[in-house]
């Protein structure tokens, strides 16, 4: 019987893994909702004397800085500790930045509180999502980081009501508990993490086999044990593509300037700019700042545009549940294609509306009306694919053994966008009126190219089958290659796990143990294992 984890094993560990990781994605959209409200209050801006539209600015951005860094310590730390222990270091480090915003009464206070958080939340973003990805099985990999990314938006949803019901409250409290409040989920973390386990494929790599087979057999489930040939043989698996890519013996300059194995800049390249579309599409104008720009860019009061605000996050929670049931379906270029389509029109109606509004004043309620409508139909556009797909696709995308690395990159080119963003929209707003809208309409269309010709298909395949198409040194653009865009899993990909199997001393299509019968029941089979 395999060790059990909080008590399960099979699709209850993977639940509980989900779980852990879930939680460090509603810290995430918590810390992004919250600010934006915290920044409109009145005894929020007494208290840090009335600062500037600048600083203002640069008190949301900093935050992202210390992102950047948090993520970029990753690629050193990520597999010395382990995904777990990664977590709960970035959760504690979040805490403490939270205890200093919290106590703050000056602008340089609240900005190093922003920083600290900043750093804790780069870290457990960089992981989470690679270790849901590197426990999950092959055909749910997809949903359940898309679940990550909904729960995301439900901790962005929450921050945007809490904030409205304490803005009805008096004094420093109506801005103080809404930020200490991060420290809750730090505690979730605690009460998680340190009974789970870490990534079967760190573990291999690291070289610890029997931890590895022990976490392989839990997360198979259904009584197998670490002797089961559907457990050998997934070690063997894994093993196998980590015998070839070697990393280990390349320096990182050989790596960066394609000295490596094949694909690997390029790869990274693909996941970090990913990950840069989802910011630069103009998302984070709308959740760090939608309640300050319909203030300040319709003329809404303060307390119907908080309403307003959280009402836009239930709409953008509800259509990021929506990606659950289309992203294995259509694949992560449809969804992501569809997605940005959306999301370029939805920019160019809310420019238009807005350009008209300055030249009708007499009708700007009416404009204004149909703009608000807008901002809620991008939210839903943006919750159902451009949101989740970046976040997916760096899990995905990388070799194996540079994985950590990759992601870790790819959620640094996240946060560097993120802080140009926050950085340049209170100012924008000010000094472009209707214009500052027609910059993301553009940027949006853009992601529709970059994805049909540069992206390949990553969904119904298993990790290892990515690492096997680069070696094959597919050309730049993938579009009229049918194993890179087919949403099927490609046949010869099916066709190597068996042989692997049958290499090590299996029966024919052993992956499940083997039955002596067909290979297509065997690949049937296939489905059920905790292959990632």
Request: aromatic share 12%; with cysteine; proline share 3%.
């Amino acid at each position: 019987m395999a060790r059990k984890y909080l008590g399960g094993s099979g699709n209850a560990l993977t639940i509980w893994i989900s779980v852990a990781a879930s939680t460090v994605l509603v810290f995430y959209g918590y810390d992004q909702g919250v600010f934006g409200n915290v920044l409109v209050g009145d005894d929020f801006l007494h208290t840090m004397s009335y600062p500037s539209t600048s600083v203002q600015g640069t008190l949301t951005s900093v935050y992202n800085l210390g992102c950047f860094f948090g993520a970029l310590s990753t690629i050193y730390t990520g597999d010395i500790l382990g995904r777990p222990r990664v977590l709960l270091l970035g959760s504690t480090v979040i805490a403490l930045g939270a205890i200093i915003q919290t106590a703050s009464y000056s602008v340089a206070q609240m900005m190093v509180g922003r920083i600290v958080a900043g750093l804790g939340t780069g870290m457990n973003t960089a992981t989470a999502g690679v270790w849901q990805a590197e426990t999950s099985k092959m055909r749910s990999r997809g949903k359940l980081v898309i679940i990550q990314m909904a729960n995301c938006i439900t901790g962005f949803s929450i921050s945007n009501w809490l904030t409205l019901g304490f803005s009805f409250a008096k004094g420093s409290v109506a801005w103080r508990f809404p930020l200490a409040f991060q420290i809750f989920f730090t505690a979730v973390i605690w009460c998680l993490c340190p009974f789970l386990p870490d990534s079967p494929r760190l573990l291999i790599r690291k070289g610890k086999y029997d931890e590895a087979y022990e976490v392989l057999a839990a997360l198979e489930g259904h009584g197998a044990t670490i002797d089961s040939p559907s457990v050998k043989t997934q070690f063997n698996i894994i093993k196998d593509v980590l015998d070839r890519e070697h990393m280990n013996t390349y320096t990182w300059f050989q790596l960066l300037s394609g000295k490596g194995p094949s694909g690997v800049l390029r790869r990274m390249v693909l996941g970090a700019w990913m990950q840069a579309m989802n910011q630069i599409s103009g998302i984070n104008v709308t959740s760090y700042y939608m309640t300050y720009v319909f203030i300040h860019a319709l003329n809404i009061d303060t307390l119907r545009a908080r309403i307003l605000a959280a009402a836009g996050s239930v709409d953008y929670l509800l259509f990021a549940c929506l990606a659950y049931f289309v992203i294995e379906r259509y694949g992560r270029r449809r969804v992501m294609m569809c997605s940005a389509a959306a999301c370029s029109t939805c920019w160019i109606i809310i420019t238009i509306v807005l350009a008209r509004t300055e030249s009708d004043p007499g009708n700007s309620y009416n404009y204004g009306a149909v703009a608000v409508t807008f901002f809620f139909v991008f939210f839903a556009s943006f919750g159902s694919g451009v949101l989740g797909v970046p976040w997916l696709y760096p899990t995905e995308i990388n070799a194996l053994e540079m994985r950590t690395k990759g992601a870790s990159l790819a959620m640094a080119t996240n946060w560097i966008m993120n802080y140009m963003v926050a950085e340049v929209t209170p100012s924008g707003i000010a000094n472009l009126g209707w214009k500052f809208w027609i910059i993301w309409a553009v940027i949006c269309f853009s992601f529709i190219p970059i994805t049909y010709f540069f992206y390949p298909e990553t969904a119904n395949r298993s990790l290892e089958d990515i690492d096997r198409f680069f070696e094959t040194k597919p050309g730049i653009f993938i579009h009229r290659n049918k194993i890179a865009t087919q949403l099927q899993r490609p046949a010869i990909y099916e066709e190597e796990d068996l042989r692997i199997g049958e290499m090590h001393g299996e029966k024919k299509g052993g992956l499940e143990g083997g039955s002596g019968g067909s290979v297509e029941e065997e690949l049937e089979h296939v489905e059920h294992s905790p292959k990632v």
